[in-house]
């Protein structure tokens, strides 16, 4: 009996690889403990038939091989970033979190913002993070109110231009690439 014969489907495609990074983005920013599975981090794929023995007696061994191909790195070098990020930024492990819902502008494009927030405490000074994440396979501009009046940079690759915020509240324009996810700090 092959592996086919016995788990009913085919090991999984990992061509679409890049479609994973904004549910990565979202492990990373999203309130509580990010927590990985068997290999998700090089984007181990394996197939689980809807019923018989290849359901949950058959070995799946991880493929380390993964972790220096094309997907594997790039998903790697995500991981690391992130992981730094929500390990320097007191905003990503806080409690404080507020989603932002605009059905047309956001959802019906493929996005989503929300933003994390960790109040003053001690000599720590209040910190605001905004989080947007597109889904789509195609680039989106969305339209947010910045909570605070200075200078917004892009962290995850740090390659989009810096917003500008006269005043508190004032709504500006972030790009957010396809498939990804952008994160915005007062710096």
Sequence with gaps: MN??????????????FYKMQPYVIALYTGKGIPMLWHGQEFAENWGVPPRGLGRNLFERPLHWEFFYDEAGKALVRLHRILG?????????GSRGYYYYYHDRAHLQRGV???????DAQGTSVSEDVLVLLNFSDSE???????????????????????????????????????????IYKLT
């Design 84 to 92: 730094t990020l929500r390990g320097t930024h007191r905003a990503l």
């Design 3 to 16: 592996l086919r014969d016995l788990l009913g489907e085919r090991y999984g495609n990992r061509d679409r």
């Design 112 to 118: 989503l913002a929300y933003r994390r927030k960790a």
């Design 140 to 182: 989106a501009e969305v339209w947010l109110p910045f909570p605070a009046a200075g200078r917004w940079v892009e962290m995850i690759d740090g390659t989009l231009s810096p917003i500008q915020v006269v005043q508190n509240g004032q709504w500006f324009p972030a790009i957010v690439p396809s498939n990804y996810g952008s």
